[in-house]
């Protein structure tokens, strides 16, 4: 009975949380676009989504996504086939042990009449698939610690995954382990269901056949038996336990506990330690059971729809449905490092140590902000320079294998941050270029709000570039690095202007910009930096390299925008 009650109210609690998750996917507003929108409206629209998608062509391409890449994890495999079999194993085998064992009074008994824990197949079975997720245990524990994969981190909810799942694990083998050779266990089950009691004939015979058969270790009761005592024991187990009990060797992990135990089974049994390991593997899956919700193992759940909602979803869909997927996406992540690996600008973690660089990190984030936790100021301008240091190669979105759009979640994040944190330099970088491919995605306010503040503290900073008459205080060397230092070649050819696309975006370029390409390397040799420094050219250039592949003295024109703008900055903070 106390079984059952608790066991209730774990999948009570396990209810109760995964709605209040299910919940946030609503609630949380992680795109500008979604601050005016009631949760009941995105609710809707997630239904009308739902409906739409069923009714049509659609609904193929979500089952094929849901088998391929959801059960049998087609986009890990194709990644990393060490990792596909590591996540196969645990994945694979602690859903079945789930299905089979830890609900098998809600699914296994209903689909088997007369099912027993302790026969088979359904033994065989359980040792098996527990069997699995030991084996994808160790092979986790390998690659993170040992093997120790590039740029993989490792969080105390990964330390409390691999854990919680290894004490169910092995108390459950040695719960097995122990109870194969426990006279108590046995002692009990004849007084149940053969209805005979210690010291009569029968008892005897029947505890023989079970001592050489089953492996139970019965005090005074030893071997050699005779036949016929034997044969006595056969017919009561087959009247008696045979319907409910398989050899116990079938249960071969906790068979080998069991031999193990054997010399001191007697001992074992009578200090409870049956008792104590059943307490521990219940409690075990019961407090798993009850905290997956909130815990990294709800990607049990949300990885899969991850997969299936992105596979019928674009950037064209509903403002709400996009919301609410990227709501979805932040529980969808499972900390797996790919994203990570498949970084193109990974690799400046080893020079600038800002996790916030690395993807799977950024996303962590990205998370809690989204949640409204309350972050400092310097985390905040952590995440900022992960997420402007993206070069939106879309390498991480593609590699995914909970299918998370990562690109679009930078970018929605990026105008999200802009918008409540305040323009920062960043935003005139080569990000603006991005931004304006995707110029069609905001509004236009939000699209030139930060632009028009970001150029306005530039003005503050650099009077030159809009009052001609400002003095120029600031000359003399720029002390710059060698390429940038390759200006000193330039003889204003105006190659360099004649072939950039920014320069071609205007009818009249200098008026915008302030400084064409060549007139800031002359102002560059020239030592003059409030004009150098003060064009808004540095900051809408494009990084395309035409300048400086163009460049017949081969001034490195790109390097020198790029230094340009670094010192501009500094000057700026040092303001």
Same mark, same amino acid.
């Given at each position: 009975?106390?079984?059952? +009650?608790?066991?209730?109210?774990?999948?009570? +609690?396990?209810?109760?949380?995964?709605?209040?998750?299910?919940?946030?996917?609503?609630?949380?507003? $992680?795109?500008?676009?979604?601050?005016?929108?009631?949760?009941?409206?995105?609710?809707?629209?997630?239904?009308?989504?739902?409906?739409?998608?069923?009714?049509?062509?659609?609904?193929?391409?979500?089952?094929?996504?849901?088998?391929?890449?959801?059960?049998?994890?087609?986009?890990?495999?194709?990644?990393? $086939?060490?990792?596909?079999?590591?996540?196969?194993?645990?994945?694979?085998?602690?859903?079945?042990?789930?299905?089979?064992?830890?609900?098998?009074?809600?699914?296994?008994?209903?689909?088997?009449?007369?099912?027993?824990?302790?026969?088979?197949?359904?033994?065989?079975?359980?040792?098996?698939?527990?069997?699995?997720?030991?084996?994808?245990?160790?092979?986790?524990?390998?690659?993170?610690?040992?093997?120790? *994969?590039?740029?993989?981190?490792?969080?105390?909810?990964?330390?409390?995954?691999?854990?919680?799942?290894?004490?169910?694990?092995?108390?459950?083998?040695?719960?097995?382990?122990?109870?194969?050779?426990?006279?108590?266990?046995?002692?009990?089950?004849?007084?149940?269901?053969?209805?005979?009691?210690?010291?009569?004939?029968?008892?005897?015979?029947?505890?023989?056949?079970?001592?050489?058969?089953?492996?139970? /270790?019965?005090?005074?009761?030893?071997?050699?038996?005779?036949?016929?005592?034997?044969?006595?024991?056969?017919?009561?187990?087959?009247?008696?336990?045979?319907?409910?009990?398989?050899?116990?060797?079938?249960?071969?992990?906790?068979?080998?506990?069991?031999?193990?135990?054997?010399?001191?089974?007697?001992?074992?049994?009578?200090?409870? +330690?049956?008792?104590?390991?059943?307490?521990?593997?219940?409690?075990?899956?019961?407090?798993? =059971?009850?905290?997956?919700?909130?815990?990294?193992?709800?990607?049990?759940?949300?990885?899969?729809?991850?997969?299936?909602?992105?596979?019928?979803?674009?950037?064209?869909?509903?403002?709400?449905?996009? *919301?609410?997927?990227?709501?979805?996406?932040?529980?969808?992540?499972?900390?797996?490092?790919?994203?990570?690996?498949?970084?193109?600008?990974?690799?400046?973690?080893?020079?600038?140590?800002?996790?916030?660089?690395?993807?799977?990190?950024?996303?962590?984030?990205?998370?809690?902000? /989204?949640?409204?936790?309350?972050?400092?100021?310097?985390?905040?301008?952590?995440?900022?320079?992960?997420?402007?240091?993206?070069?939106?190669?879309?390498?991480?979105?593609?590699?995914?294998?909970?299918? +998370?759009?990562?690109?679009?979640?930078?970018?929605?994040?990026?105008?999200?941050?802009?918008?409540?944190?305040?323009?920062?330099?960043?935003?005139?970088?080569?990000?603006?270029?991005?931004?304006?491919?995707?110029?069609?995605?905001?509004?236009?306010?939000?699209?030139?709000?930060?632009?028009?503040?970001?150029?306005?503290?530039?003005?503050?900073?650099?009077?030159? =570039?809009?009052?001609?008459?400002?003095?120029?205080? =600031?000359?003399?060397?720029?002390?710059?690095? *060698?390429?940038?230092?390759?200006?000193?070649?330039?003889?204003?050819?105006?190659?360099?202007?004649? /072939?950039?696309?920014?320069?071609?975006?205007?009818?009249? $370029?200098?008026?915008?910009?302030?400084? =064409? $390409?060549?007139?800031?390397?002359?102002?560059?040799?020239?030592?003059?930096?409030?004009?150098?420094?003060?064009?808004?050219?540095?900051?809408?250039?494009?990084?395309?390299?035409?300048?400086?592949?163009?460049?017949?003295?081969?001034?490195?024109?790109?390097?020198?925008?790029?230094?340009?703008?670094? /010192?501009?900055?500094?000057?700026?903070?040092?303001?």
């Amino acid at each position: 009975m106390a079984f059952t +009650i608790s066991l209730y109210a774990a999948l009570i +609690i396990f209810c109760l949380g995964l709605i209040f998750k299910i919940g946030t996917w609503f609630t949380k507003k $992680p795109t500008p676009a979604s601050q005016d929108m009631s949760a009941l409206h995105r609710l809707t629209s997630g239904i009308k989504g739902i409906i739409r998608t069923i009714v049509s062509k659609k609904i193929l391409t979500l089952i094929t996504v849901f088998i391929l890449d959801g059960l049998l994890q087609r986009k890990v495999f194709k990644e990393n $086939p060490f990792r596909w079999l590591i996540h196969i194993l645990i994945y694979g085998g602690f859903m079945l042990l789930l299905l089979m064992h830890a609900l098998d009074s809600f699914i296994t008994q209903a689909l088997f009449p007369d099912y027993a824990a302790t026969l088979n197949p359904f033994m065989f079975l359980r040792d098996f698939f527990g069997a699995l997720v030991i084996i994808g245990i160790l092979l986790a524990v390998y690659r993170r610690f040992i093997m120790k *994969a590039p740029r993989l981190t490792t969080t105390p909810m990964d330390t409390y995954a691999i854990v919680i799942v290894a004490v169910i694990m092995l108390s459950g083998i040695f719960l097995e382990g122990v109870k194969i050779p426990s006279y108590t266990r046995y002692k009990q089950m004849v007084e149940d269901y053969a209805g005979l009691e210690e010291g009569e004939e029968d008892y005897q015979a029947l505890t023989a056949f079970w001592v050489k058969e089953f492996k139970t /270790v019965a005090p005074n009761i030893n071997e050699p038996f005779s036949p016929e005592l034997i044969e006595t024991g056969r017919e009561y187990h087959e009247m008696s336990c045979m319907a409910c009990h398989s050899k116990p060797q079938w249960a071969f992990t906790g068979y080998l506990v069991s031999q193990a135990v054997t010399p001191i089974a007697l001992s074992v049994d009578r200090a409870g +330690i049956p008792a104590v390991l059943w307490y521990i593997h219940f409690l075990s899956c019961l407090v798993g =059971l009850a905290y997956l919700p909130f815990s990294k193992f709800i990607h049990l759940i949300t990885t899969p729809l991850s997969l299936v909602v992105n596979s019928v979803m674009d950037t064209s869909a509903d403002p709400a449905n996009i *919301a609410t997927r990227q709501a979805l996406e932040f529980d969808a992540c499972m900390h797996c490092g790919t994203c990570t690996n498949r970084c193109s600008v990974g690799v400046i973690y080893e020079h600038i140590p800002n996790a916030a660089i690395l993807p799977s990190e950024k996303l962590a984030a990205l998370k809690a902000y /989204v949640r409204g936790k309350s972050l400092d100021e310097a985390t905040v301008k952590l995440m900022d320079e992960g997420l402007y240091l993206c070069t939106n190669c879309r390498r991480c979105t593609d590699a995914c294998p909970a299918g +998370i759009n990562l690109e679009e979640l930078w970018f929605t994040m990026r105008e999200r941050l802009l918008e409540e944190t305040g323009p920062t330099p960043l935003a005139l970088s080569p990000f603006s270029f991005f931004r304006g491919l995707n110029q069609e995605r905001l509004t236009e306010e939000a699209y030139s709000k930060p632009l028009t503040q970001m150029r306005a503290a530039l003005t503050a900073a650099y009077p030159q =570039l809009t009052d001609t008459a400002a003095p120029l205080e =600031l000359t003399g060397s720029l002390a710059l690095s *060698a390429p940038a230092q390759s200006s000193s070649v330039c003889f204003e050819c105006q190659t360099c202007t004649n /072939v950039c696309p920014v320069v071609a975006s205007y009818d009249n $370029p200098q008026e915008v910009l302030g400084m =064409l $390409p060549h007139q800031i390397m002359h102002a560059t040799n020239l030592g003059i930096r409030d004009l150098a420094l003060g064009s808004m050219m540095l900051w809408d250039c494009v990084t395309c390299y035409q300048c400086q592949e163009h460049c017949p003295q081969g001034v490195k024109v790109t390097e020198v925008l790029y230094e340009l703008k670094n /010192v501009a900055i500094k000057n700026m903070n040092k303001d």
